[in-house]
């Protein structure tokens, strides 16, 4: 006969019904059904249940007929002791298959006996899993305490600090944070950092900011902020110098050099000439300052002032300059003409782009246009000393010498995110031969412009290796009108070479000493006798 053993998620006391005995018996057992269970005891039956629903086929062999015959068989009826997430009975639901119906009051004793077993094993398990119920939700409010404390405590310059936080953390380049906790540096911030007044939330911020070990990555001050944004935009508030790295040749003066003076600025008006050396400002030693450092000191609110010690050939002199805001052109140009050359480039435009704001692209198509007028067949493009600007203006200016072509790979930690390349549109000088002039000082967008440039074999580069800043920045301007420059990519050269703290390396050196200014250059180019002397048909030779 086949015994069919089935219950409900309430049910402990089965009743049996026997149907059709002179035919192969079936026994049906029906559960009691409790009109109403309780929910928690459904759960607690769900994943505590201590028997698992086993269907067992009993196979038999010989004769089972008279009261003598051997009736064989197996049988197995057994708790299996673990949770049973699908089922939700309280007890458990069996398939016998079994030859002889004599056998059957034995067996069934032996199910009430497991089913006691099973309703005792039951009741301590729901004791442990209240207990276990309990542990987790004290640890899970312990754990959750310390994060919703916070919350309602900040106060205004702790908002302030987790504003640049919070920037950092959406658009910062490298996801390790210099290997460490981000979210755990906050935390630590908030709790250990003074944050009282301004001064102290600022201080805070650059702590935070110095520990990615970028220096790119800064805080700038309310006013700092907004003479880099009217920077960019062609006006700066300063002195009126574009500075730059001295050659470093034996014997020359530690320093940063001064490579021209805007006419009409404060530091044109006070006699500082292109090739002094600045020594000092505000009384801070320039010895091993980067000209990114150097710029940021000499800019300032306008009608403020600022010191700078300035060494002229043998004499050395103290200055204090008013800033006042300086209208850039960020480009000079200059034909060179060179006599008794009629084959060989005779007429050179000369090209000096000092840096990349608003203007600067529009800017270099009118010299081009310009040049072009006067019957320039070549050009040469001085990018020395030039520490980039605006990202967009480097793309724009490379699109002026390029018709086809990659101009840019733009990556992140996981590799190639973006690609800029020429579209045609904008190609003006695509023909005439082209050398391009870099140096240490050439820096960001230059270095992007001039990778651009040498891997299309679109130019010449002359000089020395360039600074190598394969980073980009993006500014963000936080609440209290002051910011932060954020490295947010990283990029390559069209030929996949990453120049970071390596720099785009030229084809040819420049003679040394070779100067800065455009009417020293065309110099260079037209006597032979010259030290700096350079061939015009070895000027676009590779």
């Not at 089922?87 to 002889?100: K, L, N, Y």
Request: charged share 20%.
């Amino acid at each position: 006969m086949e015994v069919l053993v089935s219950s409900t998620a309430a049910s402990t006391r089965p009743h049996f019904i026997l149907s059709n005995p002179k035919k192969p018996l079936t026994l049906t057992f029906k559960p009691s059904i409790i009109s109403q269970v309780n929910p928690w005891k459904f759960i607690e039956g769900r994943l505590l249940s201590g028997i698992s629903c086993i269907r067992t086929n009993v196979y038999w062999s010989g004769i089972c007929g008279s009261s003598d015959a051997l009736c064989k068989h197996e049988f197995l009826i057994h708790p299996l002791c673990r949770l049973n997430k699908t089922f939700s009975s309280q007890s458990s639901c069996f398939a016998i298959s079994h030859g002889c119906s004599h056998r059957l009051r034995k067996h069934t004793s032996s199910l009430q006996k497991v089913m006691s077993h099973s309703d005792k094993i039951r009741r301590h398990a729901s004791v442990v899993f209240v207990r276990l119920v309990a542990a987790m939700l004290l640890v899970t409010s312990v754990s959750v305490a310390p994060s919703n404390t916070p919350s309602w405590a900040l106060s205004e310059e702790n908002l302030l600090f987790l504003e640049a936080w919070r920037t950092i953390d959406r658009a910062y380049i490298d996801k390790t944070f210099n290997g460490q906790s981000w979210f755990r540096y906050r935390e630590n911030a908030l709790r250990n950092e003074p944050m009282n007044n301004r001064e102290e939330t600022y201080m805070a911020i650059k702590k935070m900011l110095a520990s990615l070990d970028d220096p790119f990555t800064r805080f700038l001050e309310p006013e700092k902020f907004k003479s880099l944004r009217s920077g960019t935009q062609g006006a700066l508030t300063g002195i009126g110098l574009s500075i730059g790295y001295p050659k470093g040749s034996e014997g020359s003066q530690a320093g940063l050099v001064v490579i021209s003076a805007a006419p009409g600025g404060p530091a044109y008006q006070a006699g500082i000439l292109s090739g002094d050396i600045i020594l000092e400002i505000d009384n801070t030693s320039t010895e091993s300052m980067s000209i990114y450092d150097a710029a940021e000191r000499l800019q300032g609110a306008e009608g403020s002032s600022v010191e700078i010690t300035i060494q002229t050939g043998p004499e050395i002199k103290h200055l204090a300059l008013t800033r006042e805001k300086v209208s850039l052109n960020p480009v000079k140009s200059r034909l060179c003409e060179i006599p008794g050359s009629e084959k060989n480039y005779p007429r050179i435009g000369y090209i000096k782009l000092t840096s990349f704001n608003q203007k600067a692209s529009a800017a270099v198509k009118e010299a081009i246009d310009t040049l072009r007028s006067n019957r320039a067949n070549a050009f040469v493009l001085d990018l020395r000393d030039n520490s980039g600007g605006l990202f967009p203006e480097g793309i724009e200016t490379a699109k002026i010498w390029l018709d086809k072509g990659v101009i840019v790979y733009i990556c992140d930690n996981h590799g190639v995110r973006d690609i800029y390349d020429t579209d045609g549109g904008p190609a003006i000088a695509v023909s005439e031969p082209l050398a391009v002039l870099v140096n240490k000082g050439t820096a960001s967008a230059s270095e992007i412009l001039a990778g651009a440039l040498k891997d299309n074999k679109r130019a010449v580069l002359f000089g020395e290796p360039t600074y190598g800043k394969g980073k980009i920045q993006s500014v963000f301007q936080l609440s209290d009108g002051s910011g932060l420059a954020v490295t947010v990519a990283r990029y390559e050269t069209p030929a996949h070479i990453d120049i970071d703290k390596i720099g785009v390396i030229p084809d040819h050196p420049l003679p040394n000493p070779f100067p800065e200014d455009e009417d020293a250059f065309c110099g260079c180019i037209q006597d032979s006798g010259s030290a700096c002397y350079v061939n015009n048909v070895q000027l676009f030779s590779r």
